[in-house]
């Protein structure tokens, strides 16, 4: 089992820039795909960022591109979302998600994950 914690949402500013966390336990990751992913009010859940455990490759939604950034720390278990130039539509619940299918590129839909969060809050507002 893999259990993970998110941390880092609060209220920011347009413009504005956020890091955001996750911490995971449990099982090794050696293999496995790490995202995150997002809920904007009365809206699906969505793709933001993913990354490779590995070898560290990237993929990202084209709504984020140039302005988030995914990394990890393999030996702590952590990998973050910082998130520059915030926009009023990136606001939502952030999700962190692990996915160990064997994919040939990076996961970017949520069946494809088997372990989650619990979410945190990201509003972006004046």
């Known amino acids: 089992q893999v259990q993970l914690v998110e941390s880092g949402g609060r209220l920011v500013q347009p413009g504005g820039s956020l890091r955001l966390s996750c911490a995971a336990s449990g099982r090794t990751f050696s293999s496995y795909n790490m995202g995150w992913f997002r809920q904007p009010p009365g809206k699906e859940r969505e793709f933001v960022a993913a990354?490779?455990?590995?070898?560290?490759?990237?993929s990202y939604a084209d709504s984020v591109k140039g302005r988030f950034t995914i990394s990890r720390d393999n030996a702590k278990k952590l990998w973050w979302l910082q998130m520059n130039s915030l926009k009023p539509e990136d606001t939502a619940v952030y999700y962190c998600a692990v996915s160990s299918y064997h994919t040939v590129a990076v996961p970017t839909t949520g069946v494809l994950y088997d372990y989650w969060g619990q979410g945190t809050q990201v509003t972006v507002s004046s």
């Open positions: 990354i490779r455990w590995s070898e560290g490759s990237t």
